[in-house]
C-alpha cells in the first residue's frame, strides 16, 4: 500500500522531470513497503541503494539540463541537491551500519524535501527549459 502520492500539484510540465519524480514516489514507497512488511536487512539494503542511485541519476540529469543551456540559477539548485545527496549518502551508510534504523519519519522527511523542492525549484527550472526551448522531454 503506496502512503506517498503522486499528484498534480507536484508537475512541472516537462516529461523527463515529471517521470524522473514520479519515479522517485514509487521508489520511496516500495522503500515503505519492505520496511512495512518487515523485510530483512538484504531487501531493505537493496530497495535503499535503488531509492539512492536513482535520486543521483536523476538530480545528474537536471543539472546536466540546467549546464546545457547555461542556466543562472544553476549553482543554487545543485547546492541544494548536493545538500541533500550528502544527507542521503550519511543515512543509508549509518542505516548499513546498523546505526540507525528506517522509520516512516525519514521517508516522510524525503518525501517532504521532494515536493519542496519541486514546487520552489524545480517548476522554475522547468519553465526555464521551455523558454531555452531546450529538447528535454
Ligand atoms: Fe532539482
Known amino acids: 500500500m503506496p502512503i506517498f502520492f503522486w499528484n498534480d500539484n507536484l508537475k512541472v510540465k516537462n516529461r523527463f522531470i515529471d517521470s524522473d519524480h514520479r519515479h522517485l514516489v514509487e521508489l520511496l514507497n516500495v522503500v515503505y513497503d519492505a520496511m512495512n512488511q518487515g523485510k530483512g536487512p538484504d531487501v531493505l539494503d537493496s530497495v535503499l541503494e535503488d531509492l539512492v542511485q536513482y535520486t543521483q541519476a536523476h538530480f545528474k540529469r537536471e543539472e546536466d ?36 534504523k528506517l522509520t516512516v519519519d525519514l521517508l516522510q522527511f524525503l518525501f517532504d524535501w521532494l515536493f519542496d523542492h519541486i514546487i520552489k525549484i524545480d517548476t522554475q527550472l522547468a519553465q526555464a527549459i521551455k523558454e531555452a526551448k531546450l529538447d528535454v522531454k
Open 65 to 100: 539540463a540546467m549546464q546545457r543551456m547555461q542556466y543562472e540559477g544553476y549553482a543554487a539548485h545543485k547546492e541544494e541537491h548536493d545538500k541533500l545527496t550528502a544527507k542521503v549518502l550519511e543515512m543509508q551508510k549509518r542505516f548499513l551500519a546498523g546505526e540507525v
